[in-house]
């Protein structure tokens, strides 16, 4: 029988790269794995079929069936789906295909299911051909994440084109995101010879590529959606702390989620979080259902608001045998910083049934100083994950890693669950934990004839000299500084940028003309500072940088270099903006050789 003719192809628009099939292939595999990396509705990504084309089945015949039945959603998702497979040519798993075909399945989860509906995509790539084609399917509720028409990404003698069927309607706003966002992100994939994970955090090639590997990403998506509704947006209202509430209450609700999966329908699971900060992860956990306590060194204002289920505990975590938790079946360590290359250390030494969930950030080594890197080819923060999934084996745990979808570019988690030894081995492994120990310390030890045959000193720690950080946290935001020393870093800077003369007009007048000076390196200032102030600086995070976007109302801080801030228009406030309306004085109308470019009518901040 001929084979049924699809309708031509036009192309929408192109991109030149100088860039093989092979690159391009990769590009779109990243796309394919990962369409939250540019689609920002998108939460997860899940397959639902793979398979490759039989030799049997022509091509255009297989693309004809496909776009008629992508009319009908419920085909793809009722019982009868085999049934559809048979027609469509796909029943079984070809190991070979002479077309070099893929045909995928997939289902999307929407990050706001009150906006968007749970989406299905068929995504067909023939890799000989050079080409993909997407086939979003009709949403049975909410709109679409993917966009309603079949498009086709295709490589042409190095260049990348997007192309519609003939009949489709250029204007539809999905045909023009797909030209504005989808198409360069997928020439700078492309491009790049890195590898690419569907997060950008710097973690190599050593971690995991995808997200939630260890838990159901539909379930989690629909956990998240409660909990954030149940604790997230009354926790950001009273949030008294002086960090951004919605990056660590949410961030908070996403650690909860993750490990409420982890732990399944048990409960109540008794567990200790060790460094717990804020205590929210604590709270949500209790108020779960599950019973568990939370240990600092210093305790935070927003305790004082939790209900008396939520059990925080001001304490000093020393590793030794008086800081193990028999009772505890689970262990937590979420940014526990010193005590995070401890963690799986503790929780072997509990008991024999003790797990934890790990979710590091700042690297330290078993003597509490920072960790230095042992691998010069890959980043420090993938090093210092794979040394403590080491320490992890080495304790008797058969490690899993997996990459967590939370608001922190340090979102690489380890669980430890499972013992790969037997009970009768145990001393052997706590031989090889003492030796872990000792060789991830640089501070001088104790002579050996003051030690236990355990690896323990005299008073049961497991190592001299273990310094946990200070209770009373320093503030090193450059807050703290001398204000003169603050004004005169602040001076020069303006100074520097007024030398250069860029003339900028009022909104509205234009004759009103006003110097909005140069832009400037970073690295062009400093030597301005002189050696004396940057002695005061040196011991502030961030330094100069800090500084000045401390005062964003005169400067604007981007990559590396510095500007003014133009005057803030009183009607450009808007009621999320962080800026308090005429609470401070206007600094260029007190400073600026111009004066202020606005009224004080106009301008957001004090003219007196």
């Not at 602040?490 to 003369?501: D, M, Q």
């Not at 609470?583 to 004066?595: A, I, L, M, R």
Request: hydrophobic share 35%; net charge neutral; glycine share 6%.
């Amino acid at each position: 029988m001929e084979a049924t003719k699809v309708k031509a192809w036009k192309v929408i628009e192109t991109v030149s790269e100088d860039v093989s099939k092979d690159q391009f292939l990769k590009a779109v595999d990243i796309w394919c794995n990962n369409p939250r990396s540019v689609n920002q509705r998108v939460h997860s990504s899940i397959t639902l079929l793979n398979r490759k084309l039989q030799d049997s089945y022509t091509l255009d015949n297989f693309i004809f069936n496909t776009l008629n039945y992508a009319k009908d959603v419920s085909k793809f998702t009722s019982d009868e789906f085999h049934i559809l497979l048979e027609e469509l040519g796909l029943t079984g798993v070809c190991s070979e295909s002479s077309f070099s075909i893929d045909v995928t399945l997939k289902k999307l989860l929407p990050k706001s299911s009150k906006h968007f509906g749970v989406s299905f995509e068929l995504v067909i790539i023939d890799h000989g051909a050079g080409w993909a084609l997407f086939i979003g399917l009709p949403v049975v509720q909410g709109v679409s994440l993917v966009p309603k028409f079949p498009y086709r990404l295709h490589y042409d003698s190095a260049n990348i084109n997007l192309e519609l069927l003939h009949d489709q309607d250029i204007s539809d706003p999905s045909v023009l995101w797909l030209k504005s966002h989808l198409l360069p992100q997928l020439q700078k994939w492309a491009s790049s010879h890195r590898d690419h994970n569907d997060d950008s955090d710097n973690s190599d090639v050593v971690l995991p590529v995808k997200s939630h590997g260890l838990i159901s990403a539909e379930k989690y998506v629909e956990l998240y959606q409660t909990l954030k509704a149940k604790y997230g947006q009354q926790m950001v209202k009273i949030w008294p702390e002086c960090t951004d509430p919605t990056k660590y209450v949410y961030e908070d609700v996403a650690i909860a989620s993750y490990i409420l999966l982890l732990w399944g329908e048990q409960k109540p699971v008794s567990y200790v979080e060790l460094g717990c900060g804020n205590g929210l992860l604590v709270h949500i956990l209790n108020s779960e259902g599950h019973k568990g306590v939370g240990i600092d060194l210093r305790s935070r204002k927003i305790w004082k608001i939790y209900p008396e289920s939520t059990k925080l505990e001001v304490r000093s975590i020393t590793p030794s045998d008086n800081s193990l938790f028999p009772d505890a079946e689970w262990l937590i360590g979420n940014h526990s910083d010193e005590l995070t290359p401890w963690l799986p250390v503790i929780a072997a030494r509990s008991s024999q049934t003790c797990k934890y969930f790990l979710l590091p950030c700042c690297p330290y080594d078993f003597d509490g100083l920072k960790y230095r890197r042992k691998n010069s080819h890959v980043s420090q923060y993938a090093d210092f994950l794979m040394y403590v999934k080491q320490i992890s084996e080495k304790c008797g745990f058969k490690t899993d890693i997996d990459r967590m979808r939370i608001p922190s570019t340090k979102r690489i988690c380890l669980v430890g669950r499972d013992r790969t030894y037997n009970l009768q081995e145990w001393t052997s492994i706590n031989s090889g934990i003492n030796q872990i120990i000792e060789d991830g310390c640089r501070r001088k030890t104790e002579p050996e004839e003051n030690r236990s045959n355990d690896g323990s000193n005299n008073d049961n720690e497991w190592v001299a000299d273990f310094k946990p950080r200070e209770a009373i946290e320093k503030v090193r935001n450059c807050t703290q500084l001398d204000q003169t020393l603050i004004n005169e870093i602040v001076t020069l800077t303006a100074k520097h940028l007024l030398v250069k003369r860029r003339m900028q007009s009022h909104p509205t007048n234009p004759s009103r003309i006003w110097n909005a000076g140069g832009v400037a390196g970073l690295g062009d200032i400093i030597p301005l500072i002189g050696a004396e102030r940057l002695k005061k600086l040196k011991s502030e995070c961030g330094g100069l940088q800090t500084l000045l976007k401390n005062h964003h109302q005169i400067f604007l801080v981007e990559k590396g270099k510095v500007q003014f801030r133009p005057p803030i228009l009183l009607s450009d406030i808007t009621n999320k903006s962080k800026i308090k309306v005429k609470s401070k004085p206007c600094w260029f109308f007190e400073n600026h050789p111009d004066g202020c470019l606005l009224d004080e009518s106009e301008c957001a901040f004090k003219h007196e």
